[in-house]
């Protein structure tokens, strides 16, 4: 019926470790002509049913492109004809789009045709972040394409930094890659290229998603042990939130107390993502224990943790104390909202006091708080369970006047209710209503409407229906 209140929300493996690839210092790479800094490419195998492209050698240019995917010489202009440097926005922009639709070999070959074909035309970091965006992304078993990138980029005397990092891990994270992101993190770390708290957070947070809590917890240690790099506050929080969705809830107070041993204070944002947690569960009263502990720390509330609660205790079937602390939360400067009436409205209706829900959307609009959708879609359904068809007739009227959408699960309700009491034109009218106001689509109206007459025929047999 409401909704939520919006607050919000296997150890790393040793052999990544192992993984690590000597770095040529920088001071040397004046003296070497092909310096190899990270692991050279590895042969692929192909798989034996799979034919054979034509082999081309990576570190010699194209001397005559495919027309296939090359402009035609007329369209770039030639360096001999050329009186100002080239823009590079539109080279990058160039290989941009070639990489989107080549292989990473292809766009070097691509990147080192340009520069020759335009002496002028002099790439920068941001260049190679576009070759190594496309190799996070490839589809590839192993780091080679990444690596030979980074190479490239080291090669021209672009050493990776925080930058590079951040555009190889996030890159990586949205190919679902987050071993090679584990990985690449921990080998550009140990060169001096290790993330800052922003690129962090993000594997974090992806790691959270999509691993086990233990591979996360792994990784933070590993981090903070070889790389003195330590989780902060954003990074606590991320983990908390991870633990209240899996219903974690002693896992997320344990971490609140590591938050204080490190030196971090929880805010609202902690204290509020818990509390949703046991509001989700319906435990109404640890809830309250959590909003206790943070007015004993000094912490003083916000809207979202006054609505999270009266959320709460509202779901539990604590109504008096919801509306308790809705006059609480006046006294402390905090306006109720449609979130805060909703969810106090869903606990009514669900103790069978529609009308007194109703009443309180009469409190809501003297206080210049507007309804939504929500609000309106939670008093039907209660009135119709309440057996209150001409009050929630009334209320529809208002409704249509307004031109508002409601949820699918008030029309149906409303449709039930009225097939129910035998007035079947009106449910007709209903139904035209949320087809006509694009509430529903034409399936799920149909859909709604063919399973409430099939009810109603089944209950009249059974002599159910009234």
Known sequence: MGKVPPSLRSAISTSLM???????????QSHLVNPIYFPRNTPRKLHPNVPRKPRRIPNRPFSNPPTSWMPRSSSIPSSSTTKAPLDLRFHNSLLQSFASISTVLDSISFLRHMMMSHPSFSPDRSTYHILLAQSCSAPDPTLASVHQTLNLMLTNGFSPDKFT??????????????EHAVELVKELSSKSSKPDTYT??????????SRDLSMVYGFVDDMR?????????VTYTILIDNVCNTKNLREAMRLVGVLNEEGFKPDCFVYNTIMKGYCVL????????????????GLEPDLITYNTL?????KSGRVKQARKFLGIMTEKGHFPDAVTYTSLMNGMCREGDALGALALLGEMEARGCSPNSCTYSTLLQGLC???LLEKANELYGVIKSEDLKLETAAYATFVRALCREGRVAEAYEVFDYAVESKSLTDVTAYTTLESTLKWLKKAKEQGHAI
Do not use: W
């Open 225 to 233: 042990d070889s790389f003195d790099l330590k989780p902060d506050l």
């Open 385 to 387: 369970k309440s057996r």
């Open 310 to 314: 009266i959320f709460g205790l509202s």
């Open 18 to 28: 192992k993984k690590q690839s000597s770095l040529v210092p920088a001071s040397l």
């Open 200 to 209: 962090y957070n993000f594997l974090v947070k992806h790691l959270c998603k």
């Open 282 to 297: 319906s435990r109404g009263h640890e809830a309250i224990g959590v909003y206790n502990k943070m007015k004993e720390e």
């Open 165 to 178: 990092t951040d555009i190889a891990v996030r890159s990586l994270c949205l190919a679902d890659r987050m």
